[in-house]
């Protein structure tokens, strides 16, 4: 199974609001609403931000939200504050025991 | 509070093996799936599989079948990642990370362990 698709880098000013994509297929993405996404400082072990596409662990900011359509699921981070900065990963549960990650998308905060 | 600590940092030649550990606490090992996760220097996320902790079963993804094995000793509520045959593009940080059963969400991340193939 391919790897999800993200843009490689996203970027926006504090305050504001920025979207990130995550592509699949109707095998995984489209198939199941296990779209979890995580976040990555440099140095640092990922942090799960959002699981089952929309749902946001204890401790973690309203200022990120999930959701999906089709076979693309979207993170977006509003009222973007600098430590927003970081990577973040998508991942989907693929059937038959199996996961997939995004590639990747850079956040900037300018 | 619920912990994985993970081995420390590798250094080793090519051809050879290394086992990374995974030593869990604060939370029952056998009612969480422990997954492996690769990431190359400068790369992003590739799962390189998972364990059922109460059978011992593991899964593998595309790619790392064959050289790499996962393992537990629940005795000691631990996980082991084994990569033999080592080759330099295997030279990454290796994290172990929980998974939540009903959600296929990596809850808890260990800290990485650096493994470095290098002649």
């Known amino acids: 199974q391919s790897a999800l698709t993200q843009p490689p880098s996203a970027s926006g000013s504090p305050g504001q609001s920025v979207t990130i994509s995550c592509t699949g297929t109707s095998s995984d993405v489209g198939n199941y609403n296990y779209v979890s996404w995580y976040q990555q400082h440099p140095g640092k072990a990922p942090k799960l931000i959002i699981y089952?596409?929309?749902k946001r662990p204890s401790g973690v900011p309203d200022r990120f939200s999930g959701s999906k359509s089709g076979n693309t699921a979207s993170l977006t981070v509003s009222g973007l504050q600098a430590e927003d900065e970081a990577d973040y990963y998508c991942s989907s549960y693929g059937g038959s025991n199996n996961l997939l990650f995004g590639g990747g998308t850079k956040l900037t905060v300018l | 509070q619920v912990q994985l600590v993970q081995s420390g940092s590798e250094l080793k030649k090519p051809g050879a093996s290394v086992k990374v550990s995974c030593k869990t606490s604060a939370y029952t090992f056998t009612h969480y799936a422990m997954n492996w996760v690769r990431q190359a220097p400068g790369q992003g996320l590739e799962w390189v599989g998972w364990?059922?902790?109460?059978?011992?079963?593991?899964t593998y993804a595309q790619g790392f079948t064959g050289r790499f094995v996962l393992s537990l000793d629940t005795s000691v509520s631990t996980a082991y990642l084994q990569i033999s045959s080592l080759e330099a593009e295997d030279t990454a940080v290796y994290y172990c990370?929980?998974?939540?059963?009903?959600?296929?969400?990596?809850?808890?991340w260990g800290q990485g362990t650096m493994v470095t193939v290098s002649s």
């Open positions: 364990i059922n902790t109460n059978t011992g079963n593991p």
């Open positions: 089952e596409v929309r």
């Open positions: 990370a929980r998974i939540t059963a009903v959600a296929y969400a990596f809850d808890i």
